[in-house]
């Protein structure tokens, strides 16, 4: 099995739009799982820190995640989410290494 890549997608979300935010984050997630080289996706929210989320997505490669993010499908999405006024700052995506 070739080695899988992490991303760690934060998130800071204003006030009051968790739950719109998840919502979104769950359709997002689900045009993810229709990209060639997505393993799977998962969002979580920081229980100490009130509007911090956290997307855990596995890929094949970083690549297959790049194209993702260059998706119309992904860009639109930031586009709702910035007009709906739902983020607070820009997200950060953090690479991690593959194990073994």
């Known amino acids: 099995r070739n080695p899988m890549v992490t ?3 934060n998130y800071p979300v204003l006030p009051g739009k968790g739950e719109a935010f998840v919502t979104e984050c ?5 045009a993810m799982q ?5 393993s ?8 100490n820190e ?3 989320y956290l997307i855990v997505s596995e890929w094949e490669s970083r690549d297959a995640f790049d194209a ?5 499908a992904f860009r639109s999405k930031m586009t709702s989410w910035g007009e709906a006024e739902i983020l607070a700052g820009r997200p ?3 690479y ?3 194990q073994g």
């Open 7 to 9: 991303i760690e997608m």
């Open 26 to 30: 769950n359709e997002v997630i689900r």
């Open 34 to 38: 229709e990209e060639e080289g997505h």
């Open 40 to 47: 799977s996706s998962h969002v979580y929210q920081d229980v």
């Open 50 to 52: 009130e509007g911090s």
């Open 68 to 72: 993702f993010l260059r998706s119309e």
């Open 92 to 94: 950060r995506h953090q």
């Open 96 to 98: 991690l290494s593959p």
